[in-house]
């Protein structure tokens, strides 16, 4: 091969970039000219190929009406781009001398193989290159430069955060995410607790961001489906920034996308991702499907390709934020959120390793439940746990009976006998078999508890959401609710994809308000973000084995709500001091694991993954999808199914094939497989890579040859039809608080206090340390239940009151809500009390006791003299301390002439030891 035709062959792969990134160009509303053609009058944007510099040509050199503003080297595909961005910066500063600029050096470089392009802002305080889908459009170029710097810049001079109108988690959170933009830093995580006002943060930051001096030009806020987007728009436009004086509508439009177009005005777009991406395709859209989360989308066959799309450039928003983000980035989706040049913000109130790995472990802020409850930003939650003999054991339909076979989509019924009996376990309740009389049970029990252990002395059903296995059960659960309760069509609905009517929001909105509707059935449609403050009670009648979406689900109880407010839903309620979560499933108890994405790609039906292994594609991708598809059909099916398919296979469970799978992902096993093939490191990538792929193909091997069993794990799949046990009768075993969280919580307590007693003054004093200063303060209270709220103890002095209520019913009385409650809780736990009770009545006999020893000494006092003593009793029993400042300033002495009045009283120079002793007394 002569150096003539190498050279032809090497300019080969850059021609052919150079083509795909001419089609990119214009694409963006560049206009491409040679050098020898050039018109800079074309248009706004054009790109003039090899355009000599002082350094040398540059492949591109991009001008703005008329001025060079960049440059943008070619490559091949497959060159890595980062080292050719220095090529780049060399020709902006040899540009400027022959060439009119807007910049010397010019401010912007590209390097591109066409499939992959990183950019660069010279003006940035640290500029890097940044991967971008695709060249930014000329006016959007021009509006970067009128700015007079970069966003990166401009994100370095934020002002100093006033919280004044947020709570400190909301304040740390906005202060975090703020230094990681300012840092340029592509992507933050935010964790805090569900309730404790993420969408209210999100407005308080954007708010900061659309306003000078960093002036973004558009913020996404990504929900996971359409109600939630519609809370999100009435708390952006209600939202009022502290001293502005206008709210937020009134300075930034808003848009709820709901259409197809995105409001070239609007400083706010708040969409789902599904939205979002037909959008981008310029796609028809089902309304239906946007009211479907993330982890409910039903899989199809259809790619999700994303491309450019000149209406909504990559351009279009400055920062993204991803509300539940746990969930919407996931698979395909997750391309959209990449496809836009934008910081990514991630909100979440259960974060885990996946949702940590895509934010790169930027983790900004962090606010746990339990620190919620105990700043009470939340309620607490007790667990109610009813345990039926179907619901523990299972229960059998004996042969030769008729029973009702359902659709499980269309409900169709139809009777059929029996040929053998029907064994099935407490698993398959309400995924095979549906038994109507355990479900009867189960709310029996629920009902009966009401009045006598869960809610004494209410007159109405507490606002109550039960979550189903599905809409048939759904379905089932509603009509068998109204018949135990004696309740009517509004007293019990439905509210998931399929309730007909009215909308999923209306329903939503109607059961945080109408006095009539107590119970909501549901699935998924309310399982996160939906904020209904009213609801005291959530029913699990399904198992949920990922702890991010239990979570989540038990969160929907979690809200608190003021008294006045919880009284229009619920008018003999007091208070909501805590929620009540009633598990008939044993939900409490399973085993959680961290929510991963196994499946990998949720666009492929399991029939399509099957036919790619049958062909031979054992990417990863496709195995990890499908040993989630297995493994979780092994779950739903029957076990005539689950036998057959056994059979099938050779003797192998769907479980052990998807082990399988998972295996062969195994770094330990990839190593040991190259090292027995003669790799010596992992350094030798092919090597790796080899013992991947083998481990893999074996792994698929039980799958890609034998097509019977392919056949088979379709039409178990297809088995569309749940048998309904009109037969077993049902019968509860237990229903009772469950106390294991309530022993947990009273042994941390004693944890802290052990660890704690030498370190606060508190404690030093109400365990009679020697060092131990004489007297007790209000301050000090304040400081003892500031530490029990602070990591690693994150306890509430309610909720532990309420534990030791739980444990030691005839030892406990109730609390009355005061700090000095927290004097009563110390002596109790220590062991210094044999009752657990307020402060109150120590002070009142205590002061008994100090009126005793007074009379014996000779001192008498009159009916004016004790109402003051009174008084100084009652201050001691709310604030544990009495000084003569409080004699001057507190209202309850200063209205009867303060220290005056009581100098008149118990003379000038008595009072000062009168005040003293009478504490001591008091405190005692």
Request: hydrophobic share 40%.
């Amino acid at each position: 091969m002569d150096g003539q035709e190498r050279g032809r062959r090497d300019a080969a792969p850059e021609a052919r970039a150079r083509q795909i990134i001419d089609a990119g160009l214009a694409a963006a509303g560049w206009i491409v000219q040679d050098r020898a053609e050039v018109n800079l009058h074309a248009g706004p944007g054009v790109a003039v190929r090899e355009t000599p510099t002082a350094t040398g040509p540059a492949d591109y050199l991009l001008f703005l009406d008329g001025r060079a503003c960049g440059v943008l080297e070619a490559k091949p595909e497959g060159t890595t781009l980062s080292g050719v961005v220095r090529q780049g910066d060399d020709y902006t500063r040899a540009a400027p001398a022959r060439y009119p600029a807007w910049a010397d050096p010019l401010p912007f470089v590209y390097v591109s193989t066409g499939a992959e392009t990183l950019f660069q802002d010279a003006r940035d305080p640290l500029a890097r290159p940044r991967r971008v889908f695709a060249l930014h459009r000329p006016e959007t170029l021009r509006t970067m430069l009128a700015a007079g710097s970069s966003l990166r810049a401009r994100l370095a001079t934020l002002p100093p955060l006033d919280p004044t109108r947020l709570r400190p988690c909301q304040a740390e959170a906005i202060a975090g995410v703020e230094a990681s933009l300012a840092q340029g830093r592509p992507r933050a995580l935010v964790s805090m607790a569900t309730g404790a006002g993420k969408t209210y943060t999100a407005c308080a930051l954007t708010h900061r961001l659309l306003s000078p001096p960093v002036r973004m030009g558009r913020v996404l806020f990504l929900v996971d489906r359409a109600n939630l987007g519609t809370q999100a728009k009435r708390e952006f436009d209600a939202f009022a920034p502290g001293g502005a004086g206008l709210l937020f509508r009134e300075e930034f439009t808003v848009q709820h996308l709901q259409g197809s177009t995105i409001d070239p005005s609007a400083s706010v777009v708040i969409s789902t991702v599904q939205r979002l991406y037909s959008v981008l395709r310029g796609q028809p859209f089902d309304d239906e499907d946007d009211e479907r989360g993330g982890f409910e989308r039903a899989a199809d066959d259809a790619e999700r390709p994303v491309t450019y799309n000149p209406a909504i450039p990559p351009e279009t928003f400055d920062l993204i934020l991803v509300d539940e983000c746990h969930r919407s980035i996931y698979g395909n989706w997750r391309q959209v959120l990449e496809y836009f040049d934008a910081f990514l913000v991630g909100l979440t109130a259960t974060p885990g390793r996946h949702t940590l790995g895509f934010f790169q472990q930027n983790l900004v802020s962090q606010y746990p439940f339990e620190r919620s409850v105990a700043d009470g930003v939340n309620v607490d939650f007790e667990v109610w746990r009813v345990r039926t003999e179907v619901g523990e054991r299972g229960g059998t339909i004996p042969a030769g009976f008729t029973v009702p076979h359902r659709d499980k989509e269309t409900r169709r019924r139809r009777l059929a006998a029996l040929d053998e009996d029907l064994p099935y376990t407490p698993g398959q309740l309400n995924r095979a078999v549906e038994v109507p009389n355990q479900i009867r049970t189960v709310l029996q029990a629920y009902r009966d508890a009401l009045p006598t252990q869960l809610f004494p002395g209410r007159q109405e059903v507490p606002k109550t959401l039960i979550f189903c296995q599905s809409d048939s059960h759904a379905e089932t659960v509603t009509e068998i609710a109204r018949e135990v309760f004696g309740g009517d069509a509004r007293f019990a609905q439905k509210i998931t994809y399929r309730a007909t009517g009215r909308s999923g929001q209306e329903l939503i909105q109607d059961f945080r308000t109408d006095h009539l509707f107590r119970i909501a059935t549901t699935v998924d449609m309310v399982a996160t973000g939906t904020d209904i403050k009213p609801l005291e009670v959530v029913i699990f009648l399904r198992d949920v084995r990922s702890a991010q979406y239990f979570e989540q689900m038990r969160g929907r109880g979690a809200r608190t709500i003021l008294p006045t407010d919880l009284q229009r839903a619920t008018p003999s309620a007091e208070r909501k001091d805590r929620f009540i979560i009633v598990d008939a499933v044993g939900v409490t108890e399973s085993v959680k694991t961290p929510t991963e994405p196994l499946e990998r790609d949720r666009t492929l039906s399991l029939e399509a993954l099957l036919e790619r292994v049958a062909f031979g594609h054992t990417d990863e991708d496709t195995c990890a999808t499908l040993a989630g598809r297995l493994a979780r059909l092994e779950r739903r099916l029957p076990d005539p199914a689950r036998a057959e398919l056994r059979q099938a296979a050779g003797g192998a469970t769907l479980t052990d094939i998807a082990r399988g799978l998972v295996d062969a992902a195994d770094p330990v096993r990839i190593e040991a497989r190259a090292r027995e093939a003669g790799a010596a490191t992992p350094d030798d990538e092919a090597a790796w890579d080899a013992a991947a792929e083998a481990l893999r193909a074996e792994a698929c091997r039980p799958l890609a040859a034998n097509p019977a069993l392919r056949r088979a794990i379709l039409e178990a799949q297809r088995q569309t039809e749940i048998i309904v046990d009109e037969l077993t009768a049902d019968a509860v075993l237990s229903a009772d608080f469950d106390l294991n969280r309530a022993t947990e919580i009273t042994e941390r307590f004693g944890r802290f206090l052990a660890e704690e007693a030498d370190q606060l003054a508190a404690l030093a004093i109400l365990y009679a340390r020697p060092h131990a200063q004489r007297r007790l303060t209000y301050a000090m209270l304040q400081e003892l239940r500031a530490a029990m709220a602070r990591p690693p103890w994150l306890l509430d002095d309610k909720a532990v009151w309420a534990c030791y209520r739980r444990l030691h019913a005839g030892q406990t009385r109730a609390p009355a809500g005061l700090l000095t409650d927290l004097v009563g809780l110390v002596r109790y736990a220590i062991g210094a009390r044999a009752v657990l009770a307020p402060f109150a009545p120590d002070v009142n006999r205590n002061f008994e006791l100090w009126l005793g020893r007074e009379k014996k000494a000779g001192r008498d006092y009159t009916e004016a003299q004790m109402e003051w003593l009174r008084l100084m009793k009652d201050w001691v029993a709310s604030n544990v301390e009495l000084t003569l400042a409080d004699l001057r300033e507190a209202s309850d002495f200063s209205s009867r002439g303060g220290t005056a009045r009581a100098r008149a009283l118990f003379g000038a120079e008595r009072l000062p030891a009168l005040v003293d002793d009478l504490t001591d007394a008091l405190v005692a």
